[in-house]
């Protein structure tokens, strides 16, 4: 499964981000930075089954820059008209919080947010018969957990909860926007939570399950 995974806007540890990625079975990943992805001929952007994005990318939906940086607003909605798959991984669900568009992509309806990291989680499957979870367990893991001052739009299926006083409950989420499937996992703040086999696992799934022809 050929996969772009975006990043941008937000800082990572780069060798243990990729060797996540490279040990995920299934999934053959291009890491890459949001100007190298827009700036991509069309024929190269839709040659990926799926996108995953990993960036921080604040405030409106982004202009067009330098030359060699693409036009990233028209790349990114080219996603969904393909019906290519989204993940949306751990702070991604942050970006550009202006961006009516996006919001449709991630279903909240405002993403202002407050953040807290290094909490003990015991991550609960919400949803049994979905193709990501089906199947999965509930495991445990430290990672960071998010508020969303805004509502879920109800055209998700949550599939992973988390209950903690600090943050909001849905830590996972699927749903579908025009052609393409979306994953939502607000989980994966460092190499520790990447390294959760449960984690692992509902990553792996939720790409292969927004994949084209999946």
């Not at 890459?32 to 001929?41: C, G, K, P």
């Not at 024929?43 to 060699?68: C, I, L, S, W």
Request: aromatic fraction near 10%; glycine fraction near 8%.
């Amino acid at each position: 499964m050929r996969v772009a995974v975006v990043t941008g806007g937000h800082s990572f540890d780069v060798p243990e981000f990729y060797k996540l990625f490279r040990e995920l079975p299934g999934v053959d990943a291009y890491p890459q930075h949001l100007e190298h992805f827009a700036s991509s001929s069309e024929a190269v952007r839709d040659a990926y089954d799926a996108v995953v994005f990993y960036g921080m990318e604040r405030g409106e939906a982004p202009e067009v820059g330098a030359h060699y940086a693409g036009d990233a607003k028209a790349a990114l909605e080219q996603i969904v008209e393909r019906g290519q798959g989204i993940v949306i991984l751990h702070h991604a669900v942050l970006a550009w919080e202006k961006w009516d568009f996006w919001d449709q992509v991630i279903g909240h309806d405002e993403r202002n947010f407050r953040w807290k990291p290094e909490l003990d989680l015991r991550v609960e499957v919400a949803d049994k018969d979905h193709p990501v979870t089906q199947g999965t367990t509930d495991f445990d893991t430290i990672d960071e957990g998010y508020v969303l001052h805004g509502e879920h739009d109800g055209q998700s299926r949550i599939l992973l909860t988390a209950e903690h006083k600090d943050i909001m409950k849905e830590v996972a989420w699927a749903r579908e926007v025009g052609k393409c499937r979306v994953f939502v996992l607000t989980l994966g703040d460092n190499p520790e939570a990447w390294s959760n086999s449960g984690f692992c696992d509902v990553l792996e799934r939720g790409i292969l399950w927004t994949a084209r022809g999946d």
